[in-house]
């Protein structure tokens, strides 16, 4: 396995204008992602919509695309122009790519007899990896007639089984596998790595793949990374509003508000704020044009709603049931006040009669330009 670092890393497609006055700097920037590292062993997600660049990080990543701009090195070794198989990756697409005239057996055997080990060695490494991946009562079955998520497993064996690759990247590896296969799976590879403490890079639209898969995760968008952290960094602290959407189920509410030195407003609503949280924003937008937008963003999961006008003994924001979903454990209510919106996630429908909404200070976070402020700076 290997440490993989970017330096000022960015990639243009050629442009298919014949226009003789465009140059590469005015040709759509698809990428650019400056410095960053993924660590030996780590289990990492490029998480983002159709083409935010996922991909094309990737295949940077594995040789098969060259970026415009940059350099990648594998511990310290400068491979921005090797090809991918001097990088020692291996690669799951997302339909399998197998010998299917070949046995199981034979096609996880295939890359070591490629590389020249003996026999003994191989059949020990194939039985280690087919036992691994459950796929050892059919070893001397042909692939052609196993089922999609098998050949998947086929495919992926076919990386683990050699020990000197640098990292496996996996591209939308489950788009073929049906829903409780793709579970199935998820769980087979958090095992395999906390088995072999691979080097993985998965790349998916998905964000229950990727949560559920990866100890660090990559949110991206418009060819830039917007935050890289933990699962919980991702859900509780969103680094910039469009994370915030993009994760959850349903994604982070945010309105628009006036800043305050220890609240914000929203219209004739005043929502009490951290003194040093507002204040930071404050500094913030000093520096920024007469445009800069403020927001707040809270979890509809930690929203409480009651016909209490006090509750928890502190005063809560009269509002208007605007619709009610049902779910399978839980009710999504939205209201309104002040003129916006917000959703918000109950176990317990509400009474009929006047509504009053608790924004909790501790969880509700203030951003300036869609970016999060920190009360730290």
């Not at 594998?74 to 197998?98: E, K, L, M």
């Not at 640098?166 to 073929?176: K, Q, R, Y």
């Not at 935050?227 to 991702?234: D, R």
Request: with cysteine; hydrophobic share 40%.
């Amino acid at each position: 396995m290997a440490e993989i670092l970017f330096k000022q890393v960015a990639h243009r497609y050629k442009s298919t204008s014949t226009s003789k006055t465009n140059t590469v700097a005015e040709q759509e920037l698809a990428l650019s992602v400056g410095d960053f590292c993924w660590q030996d062993g780590g289990a990492y997600a490029l998480l983002g919509p159709s083409g935010c660049g996922k991909s094309t990080l990737l295949n940077i990543t594995s040789g098969l695309l060259a970026p415009s701009q940059g350099e990648v090195f594998f511990d310290g070794v400068n491979v921005t122009n090797q090809s991918t198989a001097a990088r020692n990756i291996a690669q799951v697409f997302q339909f399998p790519v197998i010998y299917d005239t070949m046995t199981v057996r034979n096609n996880l055997a295939f890359p070591l007899r490629n590389r020249g080990m003996k026999e003994p060695e191989v059949s020990r490494r194939v039985g280690e990896i087919a036992e691994m991946l459950e796929l050892d009562a059919v070893l001397n079955k042909k692939a052609r007639g196993l089922s999609a998520d098998q050949k998947q497993l086929i495919s992926l064996g076919r990386g683990l089984v050699r020990k000197d690759v640098s990292a496996i990247l996996f591209d939308e590896p489950l788009t073929v596998i049906d829903p409780h296969q793709k579970f199935k799976l998820r769980r087979k590879l958090k095992e395999i790595h906390r088995h072999l403490k691979l080097t993985l890079i998965y790349v998916t639209h998905d964000q229950s793949e990727a949560l559920t898969f990866a100890d660090q995760v990559l949110v991206m968008n418009k060819g830039k990374i917007l935050q890289q952290g933990t699962p919980e960094q991702l859900f509780e602290n969103p680094a910039h509003s469009f994370v915030g959407h993009f994760i959850g189920s349903p994604g982070m509410n945010f309105l628009s508000c006036d800043l305050g030195n220890d609240a914000v407003r929203i219209a004739d609503t005043v929502i009490p704020m951290d003194a040093q949280l507002c204040h930071q924003g404050l500094l913030q937008l000093a520096t920024l044009d007469k445009n800069a937008t403020t927001s707040i963003g809270i979890r509809p999961e930690y929203l409480q709603m009651s016909g209490d006008p006090q509750l928890n003994g502190k005063a809560g924001i009269a509002v208007t049931l605007e619709s009610l979903e049902n779910y399978d454990a839980y009710q999504m209510a939205t209201v309104s006040f002040s003129g916006a919106t917000i959703r918000v996630k109950t176990r317990q429908p509400p009474e009929s009669g006047a509504l009053y909404l608790q924004i909790p200070e501790s969880k509700t976070r203030l951003y300036v330009n869609d970016i999060l402020v920190n009360a730290n700076g």
